[in-house]
C-alpha cells in the first residue's frame, strides 16, 4: 500500500510526536508498506494518508479526503488533541469527522472523544526498546525529569519540589529539555541549584541512557496524549512519579501508586522522599511499573499498526 504519512514534527523537532512519527514510519515499511512522511500533503497519489495531529494536519487531512473519499484516512490524537483542541477547535473536530480510524496513545483518550466516534477508535500505546538497566549512584538519590519547557508540561514542578526536600535527602534531578516558550530559560537559569539542574535539549540516545541511570523519573505535565518518555523509563527500569492526569492514568493504571496532584509541588517532595527513603514503596513502584511493560513494547506497537491497517484490507 502506498502511504503517505503526515506530520507537523518531523525527526529535528526532537519531541515525543515527532519520535512517535519515526516509530510508525518503521513499522509500516517493514510490514511492506511504500511510505512517505510529508510535514503536508502535496497532492501525491496514495493508497492511504495517515495524519499526526488532528488541528496541525487539518489542510492535509480535508484535502486528501476530498480527493479520495474511499482511501483510507486515520488520525493519530495527540494530547493537544484530546485534551485542548477537539473540544473548541472546528478544523480539529472537521479532522475527527472526515476520519475512517482515530488512534489514541492510551486508554482513557477515548472517554475524551464524542460517543459517535469512540467505535471507529483504536488505541495504540507507544513504545521503546529494552533498555538494561545502567549502574545507578549510591551517593545520590537520581531524578531524571525529561520534558521540553513549555506550559503544558508544567516543567520547574520537579525544581519546586527540590526545594522543599529535608535536608537529609540525597536527591539530584536533572531536567532534560528543549526551550518551546519565551522566558521559560530565565526561570530555569534562576531555579538552578545543587538538587535541580537544566541541561537543556540532549540526543535522544544519550537522554535514555541518562533516565536508565536514574533512581526515578517525574512527569509533571498538564496534559499528555500519552507520553513516550513513560515507555521509555519502564524499558530502562526506572520508576515513574507523574501527575494525577487521565493521559498518565492511562499509561500507568489507576491503582498506580506514585501520582501526585497536578502543580502539587509539596505532594511530589513527599513522593521524592518516600521513595528516596522507603525501599519497600521504590520497589512497589517498581514492580507496578514492569507490570506494564508489555504494553509499551516496539512488538506490541508494531503488531498494532499493523492490524490497523489490515482493517482497510
Not at 48 to 67: D, E, Q, T, V
Not at 148 to 158: Q, S, T, V
Not at 233 to 247: K, M, N, W
Request: net charge positive; glycine share 6%; charged share 25%.
Amino acid at each position: 500500500m502506498r502511504i503517505v504519512l503526515v506530520t507537523p514534527y518531523l525527526a529535528a523537532a526532537r519531541n515525543g510526536n515527532a519520535h512517535t512519527a519515526a516509530r510508525w514510519l518503521r513499522f509500516l515499511r517493514r510490514a511492506g508498506h511504500d511510505v512517505e512522511m510529508l510535514k503536508e500533503w502535496d497532492g501525491r497519489a496514495a493508497d492511504a494518508l495517515i495524519a499526526l495531529h488532528a488541528r496541525r494536519s487539518h489542510s492535509s487531512i480535508a484535502r486528501f479526503a476530498a480527493l479520495y473519499p474511499d482511501h483510507p484516512l486515520v488520525v493519530i490524537l495527540t494530547g493537544t488533541d484530546v485534551y485542548r483542541d477537539i473540544h473548541f477547535d472546528a478544523d480539529a473536530l472537521d479532522s475527527l469527522r472526515l476520519a475512517h480510524r482515530l488512534v489514541v496513545l492510551q486508554d482513557k483518550g477515548v472517554d475524551e472523544l464524542p460517543e459517535a466516534w469512540r467505535a471507529k477508535t483504536r488505541v495504540i500505546y507507544q513504545s521503546a526498546p529494552t533498555l538494561h538497566p545502567a549502574p545507578r549512584p549510591a551517593r545520590t538519590f537520581d531524578v531524571c525529569v525529561v520534558a521540553h519547557l513549555r506550559e503544558e508540561k508544567d516543567p520547574f514542578r520537579a525544581a519546586y519540589a527540590a526545594r522543599l526536600l529535608p535536608g537529609a535527602s540525597r536527591i539530584r534531578a536533572r531536567h532534560v529539555g528543549g526551550v518551546l516558550q519565551a522566558g521559560m530559560e530565565k526561570e530555569a537559569r534562576a531555579l538552578e541549584s545543587p538538587r535541580w539542574r537544566w541541561l537543556g535539549a540532549l540526543p535522544h540516545g544519550e537522554t535514555r541512557r541518562r533516565i536508565a541511570r536514574s533512581h526515578l523519573l517525574v512527569i509533571s505535565s498538564r496534559m499528555e496524549g500519552g507520553a513516550n518518555v513513560i515507555c521509555e523509563a519502564v524499558a530502562a527500569g526506572t520508576p515513574v512519579l507523574a501527575s494525577d492526569i487521565a493521559g498518565n492514568t492511562g499509561m500507568l493504571g489507576e491503582d498506580y501508586a506514585g501520582y501526585f496532584p497536578l502543580g502539587d509541588a509539596a505532594a511530589l517532595a513527599a513522593l521524592l522522599w518516600r521513595a528516596e527513603s522507603d525501599p519497600a514503596f521504590l520497589a512497589l513502584l517498581r514492580r507496578q511499573c514492569m507490570a506494564r511493560a508489555p504494553l509499551f513494547t516496539p512488538e506490541h506497537e508494531a503488531a498494532a499498526v499493523t492490524s490497523l491497517l489490515e482493517e482497510f484490507t
